[in-house]
């Protein structure tokens, strides 16, 4: 069973910076797409950056692009988050998604990742 679990979420004030992990353990075929993806209360699931299943292209969401960077350890079958510059509108639930077979990711579309991490919160206050 393919599990990812995150860690590395906070409290912070904003313009602080954070670095979400997100481990990866069971098999999995080699060459997927991962992802983060958010969600406040209240509101949908976005998808927030990810890296398409060869490993060559990033894409993000226009509201972290410059501010966060994605990056993954096939090492260490481990995804990171490097969040800086936080601002409160990035306080949410922060989800590692996996598994995705297709060449691109960059609709970040949830339903393409089979694998879910439980989240890790991020707290950004004013």
């Known amino acids: 069973q393919v599990q990812p679990v995150e860690s590395g979420g906070g409290s912070l004030q904003a313009g602080g910076s954070l670095r979400l992990s997100c481990a990866i353990s069971?098999?999995?075929?080699?060459?997927?797409?991962v992802a983060w993806f958010r969600q406040s209360p209240g509101k949908k699931r976005e998808g927030v950056a990810c890296?398409?299943?060869?490993?060559?292209?990033?894409h993000y969401a226009d509201s972290v692009k410059g501010r966060f960077t994605i990056s993954r350890d096939n090492a260490k079958n481990t995804l990171y988050l490097q969040m800086d510059d936080l601002k409160p509108e990035d306080t949410a639930m922060y989800y590692c998604?996996?598994?995705?077979?297709?060449?691109?990711?960059?609709?970040?579309?949830?339903?393409?990742?089979?694998?879910w991490g439980q989240g890790t919160q991020v707290t950004v206050s004013s």
């Open positions: 069971g098999y999995i075929d080699s060459g997927y797409g």
């Open positions: 890296i398409d299943r060869r490993g060559s292209s990033t």
């Open positions: 998604a996996a598994g995705s077979p297709y060449n691109s990711c960059s609709n970040l579309n949830a339903l393409t990742f089979p694998f």
